[in-house]
């Protein structure tokens, strides 16, 4: 069969043949994938730049953790699996979701991982209650496309979005956003600007995307001066400008703020398969009802080696139809 391989961390992936997977336990199935998501994520484990395969030194590799397609029995479902990027691949049964009709494969595929990068974080971490104002750091890129939906979807009242490009970020008032903040204007008109609606509509929760210099400012912003101060649950889900920040510890003790990250190995096991049982079924069902906007760009396996690195538009994701 047909399949994306990495044969060394760092090279791009090949299309090449290789043998068809065969299952090893009774939670294994065949699936014959019709469609499969590239994410950041995929990327980060096939150059072992992840958290989650640092320790993993494994060279040849077949890329993709989940994807869309067909058991024995015609059943389509989305399911978490092995080299998914690829004519057929083992998926675990107990982390699969029967589709339903009028979603189309693309969507399918490309919506769990923004679902658990969005979903997971408002209302496992950040424990979003109906009413309250959400800011979204980074919300220009798919996921936090995704986000501005599920957090109108779970009833925030008003929500706040920045990026860096004005026409995406504009683009957002029609899917429930409610105001808009540039990342590339001056860090004091940036600070300006989020300390003046955090005192006119105190900011509950910031989902944060980027990390690095905006969730230093975003941080700073929120900084007190002694007085009572409104609490403000900051859940950090990726780190596309960087890895580390510097935060001061009069940041923290002057404000009531609850610091958390939201990602794999923050997850409980009862979280993980409320995400399987309800979330994802539902934010399905929202996308066939038309209810929840999904953009993807479509490729061909066969193309997999001139498109893994294509850059993508803001909001959008990448796509390998199989």
């Known amino acids: 069969m047909k399949a994306a391989v990495i044969h060394q961390r760092g090279e791009m992936p090949q299309y090449a043949d290789v043998p068809e997977p065969t ?11 019709k469609a499969a998501a590239i994410k950041h994520f ?14 993993d030194k494994q060279n040849a590799t077949l890329i993709g953790g989940d994807g869309v397609g067909l058991l024995a029995d015609g059943t389509r479902v989305y399911a978490l699996g092995d080299g998914m990027i690829a004519e057929k691949a083992i998926i675990d049964k107990r982390r699969m979701v029967h589709l ?7 969507s399918a595929c490309a919506l769990p991982n923004a679902v658990a990068g969005s979903a997971m974080a408002l209302r496992f971490r950040a424990a979003l209650q109906a009413g309250e104002t959400v800011l979204i750091n980074g919300a220009t890129g798919f996921t936090g496309k995704i986000a501005v939906q599920v957090a109108k979807h779970y009833g925030a009242k008003k929500i706040i979005v920045t990026g860096r490009n004005e026409q995406t970020l504009q683009s957002l008032l029609a899917l429930g956003a409610d105001e808009t903040i540039l990342t590339t204007q001056s860090d004091e008109d940036f600070m300006a600007q989020i300390k003046d609606i955090h005192s006119n509509t105190p900011v509950d929760i910031i989902i944060d995307y980027l990390w690095g210099h905006t969730a230093e400012l975003l941080l700073a912003s929120l900084k007190g001066n002694g007085s009572f101060t409104h609490r403000t ?20 003790r002057s404000v009531d703020l609850q610091l958390s990250g939201s990602g ?21 069902r929202l996308t066939a009802e038309n209810k929840l906007k999904v953009d993807t760009i479509k ?17 959008k994701r990448l796509v390998v139809i199989i």
């Open 100 to 106: 339903p009709e009028g979603i189309d494969d693309a």
């Open 233 to 252: 649950r900051f859940v950090s889900v990726g780190s596309v400008t960087g890895d580390n920040i510097q935060l001061s510890a009069e940041n923290l």
């Open 264 to 284: 794999l190995g923050s997850w409980t096991r009862d979280e993980m398969k409320l995400l399987f049982s309800e979330i994802l079924p539902e934010m399905f």
């Open 23 to 33: 299952v090893k336990s009774d939670d294994e199935l065949i699936i014959s994938v």
């Open 299 to 315: 490729v061909d396996l066969k193309d997999i080696e001139k498109l893994w690195a294509m850059e993508v538009a803001d909001g």
């Open 42 to 55: 995929d990327k980060g484990r096939a150059k072992g730049t992840h958290y989650s395969a640092k320790d």
